[in-house]
T-cell receptor, first 111, second 113 residues
Framework: GESVGLHLPTLSVQEGDNSIINCAYS??????FIWYKQESGKGPQFIID?????DKRQGQRVTVLLNKTVKHLSLQIAATQPGDSAVYFC??????????FGKGTSLLVTP | GAGVSQTPSNKVTEKGKYVELRCDPI?????LYWYRQSLGQGPEFLIY????????DSGLPNDRFFAVRPEGSVSTLKIQRTERGDSAMYLC???????????FGSGTQLSVL
């Protein structure tokens, strides 16, 4: 996976492989982090969240890892499926309501 | 409702016109948010309501933008004297409170010609 940068990074994986999408955040005061999935023409869909008092959280086929020391967040998707193809955004907040979104990573799952 | 509902899904208007975008949040959610998303970018915060009041409108780009939530449920984002640069996807989200999961609607794609 690639960190969010000036251009929308793209991650291409084969169906069945695991995917790792990375995100760097800048505000050390942020205490709540969310991953969203966005398909073309739709609004962001909640995937998983994590608070700053945790460093790992698991959901169904997804795991979020938080490294506060280096201000890094990652999303791991197990057994990636074609339906996982979308743009993935990490978001952070310290205010509790105003989310700061990264630019996103495009995940392309090939058969 | 089952999810956040936004209407219209698409809005095409001419430069200088006035537009209103509507958001119907998840039933029972006290917090409501408006975000704006340009192509290839992540959503950007515009305004946050807790109940009927705008708790933070610091993301509104200028005084042509205004939002209301008179009864603490449905919200309307109003844009006066639209400019071509206002063209974007306008997203509404709601949550059960601050620092809780935000659930987004499908957005209104605004095109200013």
């Amino acid at each position: 996976g690639e960190s969010v940068g000036l251009h929308l990074p793209t991650l291409s994986v084969q169906e069945g492989d695991n995917s790792i999408i990375n995100c760097a955040y800048s505000n050390s005061a942020s205490d709540y982090f969310i991953w969203y999935k966005q398909e073309s023409g739709k609004g962001p869909q909640f995937i998983i969240d994590i608070r700053s008092n945790m460093d790992k959280r698991q959901g169904q086929r997804v795991t979020v890892l938080l490294n506060k020391t280096v201000k890094h967040l990652s999303l791991q998707i197990a057994a990636t499926q074609p339906g996982d193809s979308a743009v993935y955004f990490c978001a952070e907040t310290f205010s509790g309501y105003a989310l700061n979104f990264g630019k996103g990573t495009s995940l392309l799952v090939t058969p | 409702g089952a999810g956040v509902s936004q209407t219209p899904s698409n809005k095409v208007t001419e430069k200088g016109k006035y537009v209103e975008l509507r958001c119907d949040p998840i039933s029972g959610h006290t917090a409501l948010y408006w975000y704006r998303q340009s192509l290839g970018q992540g959503p950007e915060f515009l305004i946050y309501f807790q109940g009927t009041g705008a708790a933070d409108d610091s993301g509104l780009p200028n005084d042509r933008f205004f939002a209301v939530r008179p009864e603490g449920s449905v919200s309307t984002l109003k844009i006066q004297r639209t400019e071509r640069g206002d063209s974007a996807m306008y997203l509404c989200a709601s949550s059960s409170g601050a620092n809780e999961k935000l659930f987004f609607g499908s957005g209104t794609q605004l095109s200013v010609l």
